[in-house]
């Protein structure tokens, strides 16, 4: 469990040592009780219709409290920093010109701010909720603040980047939700809790098996080689491994234990001692935190490398078709995202099979080739070369802002969900499955699905980027590209999910305004890349120009062929929706048509007038009445 930032310089002062692994401990600590009392009111607790209980309403204040604490530590932790870094006493670190420095210049001090600022926007949701819904709000604002720290990690430095920061944010992700859960579960009345082990039960499960596999890669991007395992660092992975073992054991006792007579006496004890175990296995994350990873001769030459300082991976050589098929540097963050996404579609699959019902084979062929396609446009070889040269990143674009996104939609994923997650344990609880048709049929969705809001989403973003310095800025860092690549796919899934999503939608759009969007959508995406085609400089703000690429050195040149390729490839997919906007047209109006012929036959049978006779009669009234000249 990998959950601190890096510490680049560590103060010979024993003391500011010591206080930065406690002020370390203590957020972690603070963070995870918060986070696992306010997961607990969101998933354990009964609501009543999204209101909250009065059960909700005690553990959050426990939560409101947590999280100031929280806050301290945040605020405690950020000084024993600065005074570590400078590598002298805790009274340093109260220079105010300093604090300033380190709080906005540096990275690692804008994750403290990033903290501090989530911290404070949870207690400000606690202080007002009253619904679940602001409580599904402060579940992810809390878990921003846990994972802020990852990206200037010990794995941000080490080799296999990608692979590091995706092990290591799924690590966190997930073992706060373990870690966050026993907590919760501890925390809430025996009545409660009885109700929600089962629930939790299934969620830890889940969490165990994504906590043990991104840790064993995590460990072995640090250590992969055998003398790693032999120095400080690789003893603490060793004793968190076997915590994760013990912590595991407890899950499958959690089990047996629910179908004994004196299951809650038992389950209570077993909470206990796993939550003690998880304090533990916390201590040693914060000891982690202040021990320097061994570097091996790999990861030595890699630091030294400005490509590889810059985009993570190592300059790849020229492009063929070959390599750009057989490349394969995975992204950790974005390939764990499909990899869940793949796992939880298998198990909706899976359970309306065992269930007794048929899920159409399109739809799971559709889901795969979604996957497929965004995991060459981030892992695979488009994704490698898509980090050095901007038209093979424009490829990437176009393959996760439209080619992905639709096969995505056709899959009906949110219809798959529907059928498929637990509804509320009670008659006036929503459950999860109540939880996803209110937001669906939310204001916030209902503005989102708007044809318009789409539109400027999906099209709009692309000058916003391209055009102003964003673009350049985003390129230079992992977080940055993955929030690009996030950006395309989830803008091109809403815009398409607007068009011709199978799925439940908040507004029934028009066919003919769903047409004439799709031939605005292509009037703008052709002008933008005309505009990328007739531009004199370089849009990227001289990242390219950093790289020094021994091919393809043009780079206006290939900046124009990227132009050139994203008006090619962003035709296609939308004559593909139009063609199926027009199917579905037909389709729609070859039911409406057999429903009208129902209807006739029916009252034809029950010897009444069928909608069209009442119409004409209705007429034929309309025109008796009328005085004639």
């Known amino acids: 469990m990998y959950f601190f930032s890096e510490v680049h310089t560590f103060s010979s002062n024993p003391v500011v040592t010591a206080a930065l692994a406690i002020t370390k401990a203590l957020y972690f600590l603070s963070a995870l009780t918060a986070f696992g009392l306010i997961f607990a009111i969101a998933f354990f607790i009964r609501e009543e219709r999204g209101a909250l209980t009065s059960e909700s309403l005690r553990i959050k204040k426990l939560a409101h409290l947590a999280t100031f604490v929280t806050l301290v530590t945040v605020i405690g932790g950020a000084f024993t920093e600065l005074a570590n870094l400078l590598g002298g006493s805790l009274l340093d670190a109260f220079d105010a010109v300093t604090l300033h420095s380190f709080l906005l210049q540096t990275a690692i001090g804008r994750d403290y701010l990033v903290q501090a600022g989530c911290a404070l926007i949870v207690i400000a949701l606690l202080q007002r909720a009253k619904k679940v819904g602001s409580i599904y709000w402060a579940v992810a604002i809390s878990l921003i603040a846990l994972i802020a720290p990852i990206f200037q990690s010990h794995s941000s430095s080490a080799g296999n980047h990608g692979a590091a920061i995706g092990s290591l944010l799924f690590h966190v992700l997930f073992i706060s939700i373990w870690v966050g859960g026993v907590i919760g579960l501890v925390a809430i009345a025996p009545a409660e809790r009885a109700a929600s082990i089962s629930r939790f039960s299934s969620i830890a499960l ?50 047996k234990t629910l179908v004994r007579p004196d299951g809650a ?63 394969y540097v995975p992204d950790g963050t974005f390939l764990g995202i499909l990899l869940l996404a793949t796992a939880l579609y298998i198990r909706g699959v899976v359970v309306l099979t065992r269930r ?232 729609d109006d070859k039911r409406e048509t057999k429903r009208i012929d129902r209807a006739a036959d029916r009252a034809q049978a029950m010897g009444e007038d069928d909608d069209l006779a009442k119409y004409n009669t209705y007429l034929r009234e309309l025109n008796a009445r009328e005085p004639h000249d």
């Open 206 to 255: 889940w969490a165990a098996i994504i906590v043990a596999a991104s840790g064993v890669v995590n460990a072995w991007t640090r250590l992969n080689f055998l003398a790693g395992w032999a120095t400080l660092y690789g003893l603490l992975v060793g004793i968190k491994i076997i915590l994760m073992g013990i912590l595991i054991a407890f899950g499958a006792a959690h089990r």
């Open 356 to 587: 007794g019902d048929r899920w159409p084979v399109g739809r799971t062929v559709a889901f795969a080739l979604g996957i497929s396609f965004a995991d060459f446009a981030t892992s695979g070889g488009l994704g490698v070369y898509a980090h050095f040269a901007f038209s093979y990143h424009m490829i990437a674009h176009m393959v996760l802002g439209m080619v992905a996104p639709i096969c995505f939609v056709l899959s009906a994923p949110m219809t798959l969900a529907l059928r498929t997650l637990p509804a509320g344990r009670t008659e006036s609880e929503r459950g999860l499955r109540g939880s996803l048709i209110s937001v669906i049929h939310s204001r916030y969705a209902i503005v989102m699905t708007n044809p318009v809001t789409a539109l400027l989403i999906f099209d709009g973003s692309l000058f916003g980027l391209y055009l102003t310095p964003l673009y350049g800025s985003l390129m230079r860092s992992h977080s940055g590209h993955l929030l690009m690549d996030l950006h395309f796919m989830l803008a091109g899934y809403l815009f398409f999910y607007v068009i011709v999503g199978v799925d439940p939608n908040p507004r029934k759009i028009p066919h003919i305004v769903r047409i004439i969007v799709l031939f605005a959508a292509m009037s703008i995406h052709a002008f933008f890349s005309i505009t990328l085609l007739s531009t004199s400089s370089l849009v990227d703000g001289g990242y390219f120009a950093l790289l020094h690429r021994p091919w393809n050195i043009n780079l206006l040149a290939d900046q124009h062929a990227g132009g050139a390729v994203g008006w090619a490839m962003g035709e296609i997919p939308i004559l593909f929706a139009l063609i199926a906007t027009f199917i579905q047209w037909l389709r």
């Open 265 to 327: 006496v038992r389950t209570f004890a077993l909470l206990t001692n796993e939550a003690l175990v998880m304090v533990i296995t916390v201590a040693i994350g914060a000891w982690l935190s202040t021990t320097q990873p061994p570097v091996s001769a790999v990861t030595a030459n890699a630091a030294i490398d400005p490509v590889v300082n810059l985009t993570g991976i190592a300059m790849p050589p020229q492009p063929t078709v070959w390599r750009v098929f057989s490349a």
